[in-house]
């Protein structure tokens, strides 16, 4: 399979050829060759592939019980189709796809999609709550860091030894544990 077609899709820009290719793996990504005429899908079918045209293009038409047809869209190379009918599980569809010419699909199961979307948000979700914990863990390292240097200068300023910086400590009143949220964590400006 080229991949290089898929290079300017918006479903896989910004990726390079190896992620592009794991991706494929990922969404079980199938490809087919079809001939000029040749039906891809019919009217009444029931698809779960979003179909991406690799080579040359395919018509989406509408054929009435008189024998009439009527081409609604040509889709050319770099371009999707089936993409609603794969959103919409047990919907049959309304349309034939057939083979413009001669022409290269890539079908891509929306459920494995789904799949790596939802892993690809978490991982980013997680990367922002790391982001966000360092922060946070920051904040309060360079605040324990201020308060302690203030307690060192004013312990120093009174003469205060490090037995008495012990008894101290065990003397700390359970509020201030219990006061500390969130909100106190956050270095206020």
Request: aromatic share 6%; proline share 2%.
């Amino acid at each position: 399979m080229d991949i290089s077609v898929l290079h300017n899709s918006i479903l896989f820009k910004g990726f390079d050829d190896t992620e592009i290719s794991e991706l494929m793996k990922a969404l079980n990504a199938a490809e087919k060759k079809y001939k000029k005429g040749a039906m891809i899908f019919s009217s009444g079918e029931i698809t779960d592939k979003l179909c991406f045209v690799t080579a040359g293009g395919v018509t989406i038409e509408s054929n009435d019980m008189w024998g009439n047809r009527t081409i609604l869209n040509l889709v050319s190379k770099g371009q999707f189709f089936a993409e609603s009918y794969a959103l919409l599980p047990d919907v049959p569809m309304l349309v034939d796809v057939c083979a413009a010419e001669d022409c290269s699909i890539v079908f891509l199961s929306m459920k494995s999609l789904a799949m790596v979307v939802t892993a690809m948000t978490r991982t980013a979700l997680i990367e922002k709550d790391l982001t966000g914990m360092a922060s946070i863990a920051k904040g309060m390292i360079t605040r324990a860091s201020t308060n302690r240097a203030l307690t060192d200068l004013e312990l120093t300023e009174k003469g205060t030894t490090g037995m008495a910086l012990t008894e101290m400590a065990m003397t700390v009143p359970e509020k201030t544990a219990r006061d500390t949220t969130s909100l106190d964590i956050i270095p206020r400006a």
